[in-house]
Structures are given as C-alpha cells and as structure tokens.
C-alpha cells in the first residue's frame, strides 16, 4: 500500500511555480550542490524576528508564529517579492490547516529586504482553492513520470535546471 502522501508548504509553493518542479521535489530528487539563494534566505530567516519567533509543528505542516501582545500570527519571511503568489499560496495553505484545527489566524509575509509586508486572510474562495490544490498535488506527485518542461522565467536559478534544459 502507497504511503499517505505528506504535503508540505514547499509542495503548495512548488505547484503554484512549476508542477515539474513540485513531482522532483515530492519524489526525492536531490540535486545535491549548494544554492546560495537558499543560505541567504536562511540568513535573512533567522535575522529577522528571531526573539518573538516560534516553529510550531502541527501535523504535516511547520510554520513560524508571532505572538507580540494580543495579535498573533502566522509569518513566512522571503527574501524577494519575486515568486510573490507562490510565496502567498503556501501561507494560504498554512492559513487553511490551522483552520481545519478549528482555529483561524492571519497570516504576514514579509519581505525584509523590501521593507514590504502583506497581510493575508482566507476567503471562502481561496479556501476551496486549496482544497483543489492538495487534491491536485496528490496525483501530480503519483504520476510514474514528470509532467513535461514548461519554460519559465525563474528556470535559471530552479534546482533543477540542469535535468530540465539539457
Ligand atoms: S528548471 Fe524550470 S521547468 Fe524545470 S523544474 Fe525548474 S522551474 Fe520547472
């Protein structure tokens, strides 16, 4: 029997950007050298609200939580603004999980670098977006192969390019 497919925020983030890129990611392929983008976004990660900061696990998903006084939210810290809906679409998810616990939150992403943040809350439409989505997710990752290349801007800097652009 096929294990329960887990879905992760990077899952919901890699469907909005690319599916391709999501099956690699979903299916265990390594590309195994160093992306400076990611220690960066590391860096700014854990300079940026490191003091109010807590991950919080709860199920399948791990996410950071602010609490400053009465207001409490969900935070996804990027360093660029660039994968803007991708970025938006993961917190929506985490926005969505948290609510199925009977709890609903807002969420903040923030773009420290930009000195831009961008509040965020569910509707009943992005809700049932979601919802497609994980149901979406389920079959792309349980495809035998890839879904095919489909060119796209932020190509040069994906993980993968090398077993894309041959
Ligand atoms: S290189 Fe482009 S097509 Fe290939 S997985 Fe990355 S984003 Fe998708």
């Not at 109010?52 to 939210?73: C, P, R, Y």
Request: net charge positive; with cysteine.
């Amino acid at each position: 029997m096929r294990t329960p497919i887990r879905i992760t925020g990077v899952m919901i983030q890699y469907y909005i950007a690319c599916k391709r890129e999501l099956w690699f990611y979903a299916n265990q392929i390594n590309m195994n050298y160093d992306n400076e983008d990611i220690s960066i976004g590391k860096l700014i990660h854990e300079k940026s609200y490191s003091r109010e900061t807590k991950n919080i696990n709860l199920g399948e998903v791990s996410f950071d939580f602010v609490k400053k006084g009465k207001e409490a939210a969900i935070f996804e810290i990027k360093k660029s603004s660039k994968l803007e809906k991708p970025a938006k679409y993961q917190l929506y998810y985490y926005l969505w999980y948290v609510k199925q616990t009977g709890k609903e939150i807002k969420g903040v992403i923030v773009y420290p670098k930009e000195k831009k943040k961008e509040e965020l809350k569910l509707t009943p439409e992005i809700e049932r977006e979601i919802e497609d989505i994980v149901e979406n997710i389920k079959k792309i990752v349980s495809m035998i192969l890839p879904p095919h290349v489909k060119r796209r801007p932020y190509c040069k800097k994906c993980t993968y390019y090398e077993l894309c652009m041959v």
